[in-house]
DNA sequence: CATGAATGAGGTTTCATTCAT
DNA sequence: AATGAATGAAACCTCATTCAT
């Protein structure tokens, strides 16, 4: 699963690692702040603590670093859900678990989110495709626990849908925090969304 | 209605507006398939139909083509749902009908909906709130349908919740495409969103 | 003497003199505050009163505007001179009346002056050796006033310095105004720069 | 004398002084023969004998070589000045030392000279003060010395508009010389100047 | 005669990437 | 392994000039 996606000229695995891990901390800053375009290698380098010199050592195209974001961001929340959801566990109790689990990830990397999504357009096709790969494999977690715990059978693409909802509610958090933030603390947050997914509006009978 | 936000060195002002047409339609197909950043200022001058010189006769920057295009996408939402909200109209079927009529005008215009989310950061902090202004507008309108259709009273920040929740399910149509409309067609989507909208997972007791 | 240097379209002689009037008198006031290069002509056809395509019906290329400057300059310098300069006359006050006329003329033109011998240089060779040569044929007058008015007879490389230090001695009056124009006035300037012309600094036997 | 005035992307100062060195060589070439606006950047690269990458890792902008130019000149004259003069020293003979220093470095640099007086126009409004300052503390050398040349004491505007003169005369050597070069050496010139500055025309008695 | 929309060559500047030290 | 000076393709934008109305 360690994929070597993205050489490095370094021999060193462990200072590959620590290097990245700086790089990854300055790049989100910066493209959280101007965007992915706007920001230089020049910049990204000195964000990181080393030289444009050393930057190129570790990567080979500033396209890298935004994909290592991406990569760090994806490989956290996956952690964090395989973490959470006991497979084994059934029923409601289980699905919110795995719903707050995922919501407190998300709350955790809004910023690492936020640059991704906004980015991603920048991958190569290459990338995209690996990108996509790994929300899918993400939202078929999702879709997992949900079919696990949902009482009654559901179609496929009722609860493909779900995993949808809950997965971009999961992003709202981050992306609309200029409004969400501003009414909502995280918990109350979960609440009222896990309140609306399992009761709806309820008022068929009137309608 | 009349807002002068980029000026232009032309006075004819029928003129302005047809160029400025010509414009946003290259830029938009440009902006989907490279992204605003890989697009050159001469490519949307030729999208357009007309020479570098005289794209910059309409335009001052290349940001303002950016701004151009988001101002579309919101006058064009704006508009489609004015006509589709009676105001006078109460009860859920006022709130579905809102919500189709969005729901249909997000898939007219997912191409540059997906562009317009993508390419924010981009813009300068003042459009950038002005953007933000527009969008708000938005939410209102879809908070005030909500309101006047639910027939008990909800918490201010609920409402706020829905709101953004339908808003953002109408985006979804567009930016997870490669996922949503494999499974749905627009009816079907619309179909099972009020549904879960208004029924929820119905699995509550149990719970 | 109306030589056709800078060719219009237009047929109307007395028109084509006063749109170069409105020309020159809005150019000057451009380049003075921004020079030749930063000035449109765009900038210079508004400043002028007309439409960019007006202009163009009465100069062929942008330097024309900037020769028609040195032009009048010329012809307004080699009139004024004309007039102070009773060729008949002999003698010292003959040769002061002429210094006196000419300070003043240049104190009159003085934005034009600087104008010019900031932008020659912009100028065709062709240009510029007409330039040149009125350069030289007024300093020709100022050289016959000198050998005329002096009782003595002098070099003739004697008298053309001369001419050369009251010639510049005009010019320095617009040129370094920042410094002359705050310790001096013209009249004061003018009597004080004929003072050093005749006595020099008198410390000859010291020396 | 260290004036980080020019800001540059290199780290090494030994580096930048050698690289801006060849700059104002190149760029003093070309201006001389084309004038400021008419250079390009690329020009100014190719003659400093570097890309146009790395003559942008020494200057800002455009205008920057034209004010390193300013300064270099600036710089030279004030340098071979001091050197030139003794504040010890009094009497004629200390200014007329002075003269002929002054007039020998105007000679030498007259190239730098021209270009400098043409283009400041093109300087931003810093700059500009910046170099009238410049100019200023070198006319009040001059004054300096006058005052104390001279056995007779004189009133401070009289000793700068000697100042003036001399300052204008140095310079006019340079900018008339297809005028004044062919008529004398610049020994004789000196020495006609020094002459006519301490003697006058000697006419007043018959005035 | 007057207008102003259209043109496109060409200028300035940026920045990802390389490579000698 | 680390550095940072050097490179040059390519981007954005300006503006003198033309020409149809």
Known sequence: MVMKKVPSSIKDERLIVKRRDQMIKG???????????????????????????????????????????????????????????????????????????????????QDEVVVMYQEVKSLSKDAQDYVLKKEMDMLQMLELVIENSLPTSNSKEDIQLIANNIFVQGQMWGFRRWMLQKQFTLEQYTDRQMHFLFEGLQVTKEA
Chains 1, 2, 3, 4 share one sequence.
């Open 27 to 109: 790049a989100v800053a910066l493209f959280k702040q101007k965007g992915f375009h706007k920001t230089t290698t020049r910049e990204i380098a000195k964000a990181s603590g080393f030289s444009i010199g050393t930057l190129y050592e570790y990567i080979r195209t500033k396209e890298d670093v935004l994909f290592l974001v991406c990569d760090y961001i994806y490989e956290g929340v996956k952690d964090g859900m395989e973490q959470a959801i006991d497979t084994n566990e059934k029923g409601i109790p289980s699905l919110k678990k795995a719903i707050q689990s995922y919501f407190r990830l998300m709350d955790d990397m």
